[in-house]
């Protein structure tokens, strides 16, 4: 069974991707923000990273920076609703800083699964 670590700061979307990734066969661990993320990251062996980009305390695009120098062929997807810049702007910089795929909020369960099947296929 495949680990992904879901870092999102809200609640009802964290428990709603977690229940959609569950009920698709995989292993899901969970974070609320980037630093616990990282923590997290640490102690398991994780298979995907799915992060939301725009977080208190550590937010997404320094995640990436910082599991990226821990695992170069990490496989992250980001995520974003935007924040006061739009999503766009936010995606594309979590693109060039080593981010897999992106997704834009609100996600339906066809794309993030297609794009978490889509990731982990990758060599």
């Known amino acids: 069974m495949q680990t992904i670590l879901l870092i999102e700061d ?5 428990k709603l991707l977690m229940r959609i990734l569950d009920s698709a066969g995989y292993n899901v661990l969970e974070a609320v923000d980037g630093r616990e ?4 990251f ?3 062996s994780i298979d995907l990273v799915i992060t ?3 977080m208190p ?3 997404g695009l320094e995640t990436i920076r910082m ?3 821990l695992v170069p062929d990490m496989k992250i997807i980001a995520m974003s609703g935007g924040g006061r810049v739009g999503p ?3 995606l594309l910089m979590a693109v060039r800083l080593g981010a897999s795929q992106t ?3 609100p996600i339906k369960r066809e794309d993030l699964l297609t794009a978490v099947k889509g990731v982990l296929l990758e060599d």
């Open 10 to 14: 809200d609640s009802q979307t964290r």
């Open 37 to 40: 993320g990282v923590e997290i």
């Open 42 to 44: 640490n102690q398991n």
């Open 52 to 54: 939301d980009l725009v």
């Open 57 to 59: 305390e550590q937010e």
């Open 67 to 69: 599991l990226k120098k």
């Open 88 to 90: 766009e702007n936010y």
């Open 103 to 105: 997704l834009k909020k």
